[in-house]
């Protein structure tokens, strides 16, 4: 759910029906233990609830960037305890965010409820990878944990440069391009 439309329990459970009303199977937020009153308000409704910890991209301009969480053992046992505490309010499975692999592994291995890494290593229980990072989308901006499988940014890049100098030359305003009349 969008930052800051999850402030208060009531105030989470409201937009969290406005997204089930549309059509959502769950619902997601970004943060821990510190938002349990939310998650709880969340699946005390009944809604399925995926929570995630870790990097929190929404809130990334305050954390002051893209960093690596759980390095440090007091990051991974807060994490851990995160864990520990969407797993008990209802949450039916876990996203780590750019957590350090080791910490990964162990909040997979203490937690009963399914693990999904996006960056945080081989031992989480699933993996994300977001499309824009896969195709190569963001030529400035590429995780230091993606490969791009492609590099679309680059072929929007040749086919508006193409566009622009078919027109700059008449060629794209051509009879080719333009539709005609019936009569």
Not at 108 to 126: K, L, Q, R
Not at 152 to 179: D, H, M, P, Y
Request: aromatic share 6%; charged share 20%.
């Amino acid at each position: 759910m969008p930052i800051h439309s999850y402030d208060t329990p009531e105030q989470a459970l409201a937009t969290a029906k406005q997204f089930v009303d549309v059509g959502a199977q769950a619902v997601k937020l970004e943060g821990g233990a510190s938002h349990v009153p939310q998650i709880e308000a969340i699946t005390r409704a009944g809604i399925a609830f995926l929570a995630h910890i870790g990097m929190l991209p929404q809130s990334v301009r305050e954390e002051g960037g893209y960093k690596v969480k759980g390095r440090t053992q007091t990051e991974a046992e807060a994490l851990i305890a995160d864990a520990h505490a969407v797993e008990k309010a209802g949450a039916f499975a876990v996203v780590l965010e750019i957590v350090a692999k080791e910490t990964a592994k162990q909040i997979t291995s203490a937690i009963g409820i399914p693990t999904i890494g996006i960056g945080s290593g081989e031992h989480c229980d699933g993996q994300i990878l977001v499309t824009h990072d896969l195709i190569g989308l963001f030529p400035w901006f590429t995780p230091k944990f993606v490969s791009p499988e492609a590099r679309v940014a680059e072929e929007i890049r040749r086919a508006a440069t193409s566009f622009i100098e078919q027109t700059r030359n008449g060629n794209a305003l051509s009879n080719r391009f333009a539709a005609g009349r019936r009569d």
